[in-house]
């Protein structure tokens, strides 16, 4: 199996900056790519931001030029900085992570428990 542990979310004012990270751990060979999702109430779970093994990027359009993603392969974690917050990102964030468990296998993949962030006007 596999864990993600999401950390870094939290209140900040509009404008402000948080990064969130998250850490994967367990029966990894690899990891195919990673990225955060998010859900505000009454909302569907959006793509925010992607990376691959290849570091390939791909942002939601409202996100672009204000959040940056980027990882740590020798850790196994994904960071996510986010500036420029305003109060439409409030939501809860969820660390998604595409993992094989050997060489060859399909990618699986795995969601983190999420973390709030909340941003005030």
């Known amino acids: 199996q596999v864990q993600l542990v999401e950390s870094g979310g939290g209140l900040v004012q509009a404008g402000g900056s948080l990064r969130l990270s998250c850490a994967a751990s367990?029966?990894?060979?690899?990891?195919?790519?990673m990225g955060w999702y998010r859900q505000a109430p009454g909302s569907q779970r959006e793509l925010v931001a992607a990376?691959?093994?290849?570091?390939?990027?791909n942002y939601a359009d409202s996100v672009k030029g204000r959040f940056t993603i980027s990882k740590d392969n020798a850790k196994n974690t994904v960071y996510l900085q986010m500036n420029s917050l305003n109060p439409e990102d409030t939501a809860v964030y969820y660390c998604?992570?595409?993992?094989?468990?050997?060489?060859?296998?399909?990618?699986?993949?795995?969601w983190g428990q999420g973390t709030q962030v909340t941003v005030s006007s």
């Open positions: 998604n992570a595409g993992v094989r468990y050997r060489n060859g296998s399909p990618c699986l993949y795995y």
């Open positions: 367990g029966r990894i060979f690899s990891i195919c790519a």
């Open positions: 990376i691959t093994s290849g570091d390939s990027t």
